[in-house]
C-alpha cells in the first residue's frame, strides 16, 4: 500500500523565494486553465450544435506551452512539470465536478494555500532532499529512504513543507487480544473487537469502558483566535501590519490543527494496533453540520479525519475496520436486554432502560451495541 510522509524544510531566503515562484506559476497556469474551461462550458452551452470538445491535460498543457510560456518568460524559471502537474490536478476537478461527487473548481489567490507539484529526478537523502531546478532542501527530521518520482511543497503560515507517497509492507501486529487503552479496565474476557461511538462530549467511547475526550483545540483558542481577528479588523488591507496580524492568525490557526491532528493519529494507532477488529458508525457529518448549535463542536472533533486516518492505518496494521449503517440504532437500543427505544434525545446522557430497567453511560451503551454487530 502507499503511505505518506510529510515533514518541515529548513530553508534560507533564496530557497523560499524559489519556492514561491513555483507555486506563483502553479496557480497562474491553475487560473488559466479554469478560466479557459469556463469559456468552452459556456460557449457549449450557449452553442449546443456547435460544442467544443472539452480538452485533456494534455491538450491544456499544449495551449499553455503556445500561448502563455511564450508571453510570459517566469515561466522557464521554475520546473516545467509545476504548471503541467497544475493542470492535471484542474482536469481531475473538473471529473470529479462532472461526477457530481465536489463542487465547481474555484480559482486560486495568492498567499491562500499556496503548494505545486514537482516530477521528475528525485533523490532522497538522509536530511534532506534533491528536486528539480531547486535544488537541494534540508529537512528538520530523518527522511525514509526510498524512491520517490513526484512530491508536493505547500506553504502553511511562514513554514514550508513537503509531502510524498512511497509504497510500504503490511506490518503484522499480535492482536488478538485486546491491550487496555486510554483509561480502559482490563478485562479477561475481551477480545479484540472494539466498538467505538464517536460524540460531541466526548471524541470517541470505547466499547472495553476507556475513552477519549479529544482535543478540543478550536474551543480551547477560540476567545484568542477572536481577539487577534478582532484588532485587525480595521487595518489597511495590504500594509505591513495587515501581514503581521494575517500571519498571526496562520499560525494560531496551524497550531489548532497540529493539536487536532496530533490528538487523532495517536488515537486511530492505538485503535488499529492493538485490536484485530475496529467497528464505527457511518455518521453522516455534512448533515451533522447543518446544525447551527452542533456545527462548532462537530468540525472541532473532525470525525471525517477520524474515520480516515482510521481507514487507511487499518489496512496498514493489518486489523479490519467495520462501518455499521448510519440507520443502526445504537444509542436507543439497550445493550442489556436489546430493546429499542422510541426516542431518544440529546440531553439524556444516561440511557435508561423501561423493560429491563438497565442503566448506563449514552455512550458506552452504544459503542457495546456496535462491538456486538460482528460477534
Known amino acids: 500500500m502507499l503511505l505518506g510522509f510529510k515533514t518541515e524544510f529548513k ?33 457549449n452551452k450557449a452553442n449546443p450544435d456547435a460544442k467544443i470538445k472539452f480538452p485533456s491535460a494534455i491538450d491544456l498543457h499544449k495551449w499553455l506551452v503556445a500561448l502563455v510560456k511564450s508571453e510570459h518568460e517566469w515561466y522557464y524559471e521554475c520546473s516545467k512539470s509545476t504548471p503541467q502537474q497544475a493542470l492535471m490536478a484542474l482536469r481531475e476537478a473538473w ?16 498567499g491562500k494555500r499556496d503548494s505545486f507539484t514537482l516530477e521528475g529526478t528525485i533523490k532522497v537523502g538522509t536530511n534532506k532532499i534533491q528536486v528539480p531546478v531547486i535544488g537541494v532542501l534540508r529537512t528538520y527530521e530523518r527522511l525514509p529512504q526510498v524512491l520517490t518520482k513526484s512530491c508536493t511543497i505547500s506553504r502553511q503560515a511562514d513554514r514550508w513543507f513537503i509531502s510524498f507517497r512511497f509504497e510500504v509492507d503490511q ?17 479477561p474476557d475481551c477480545l479484540s473487537v472494539v466498538g467505538v461511538d464517536l460524540g460531541v462530549k466526548n471524541l470517541a467511547t470505547f466499547s472495553t469502558g476507556g475513552g477519549s475526550a479529544g482535543a478540543k483545540s478550536y474551543k480551547k483558542y477560540e476567545a484568542k483566535l477572536s481577539r487577534m481577528q478582532w484588532l485587525n479588523r480595521h487595518k489597511i488591507i495590504g500594509s505591513a501590519n495587515w501581514k503581521k496580524a ?19 493519529h495517536k488515537l486511530t494507532t492505538l485503535l488499529a494496533k492493538n485490536h484485530g477488529t475496529v467497528v ?9 453540520m ?19 486516518q482510521l481507514t487507511y492505518k487499518c489496512e ?20 442489556n436486554c436489546g430493546t429499542k427505544k422510541e426516542t431518544l434525545t440529546l440531553d439524556e446522557r444516561v440511557f435508561e432502560c423501561q423493560v429491563c430497567g438497565f442503566s448506563l453511560d449514552r455512550d458506552l451503551n452504544a459503542a457495546i451495541n456496535l462491538s456486538r454487530v460482528v460477534s
Open 246 to 264: 494575517q500571519l498571526q492568525i496562520a499560525r494560531l490557526h496551524r497550531k489548532i490543527a497540529n493539536i487536532r491532528k496530533d490528538t487523532l
Open 11 to 43: 530553508i534560507n531566503n533564496q530557497q523560499r523565494t524559489a519556492l514561491m515562484k513555483h507555486c506563483g506559476v502553479a496557480r497562474h497556469a491553475w487560473n488559466w486553465g479554469l478560466g479557459l474551461t469556463k469559456q468552452i462550458l459556456d460557449h
Open 95 to 110: 471529473k470529479r465536478c462532472f461526477n457530481k461527487t465536489a463542487g465547481v473548481p474555484r480559482f486560486k489567490k495568492k
Open 280 to 288: 464505527i458508525e457511518d455518521l453522516n457529518v455534512s448533515g451533522m
Open 316 to 335: 496498514l496494521y493489518g486489523s479490519k475496520l467495520v462501518v455499521v449503517d448510519r440507520w443502526f440504532a445504537s444509542s436507543k437500543t439497550c445493550s
Open 171 to 187: 506490518q503484522t501486529t499480535e492482536n488478538t487480544t485486546a491491550v487496555p487503552l486510554l483509561g480502559e479496565t482490563p478485562r
Open 290 to 308: 447543518a446544525n447551527h448549535k452542533l456545527a462548532k463542536a462537530i468540525a472541532d472533533m473532525s470525525f471525517f479525519e477520524f474515520r480516515r
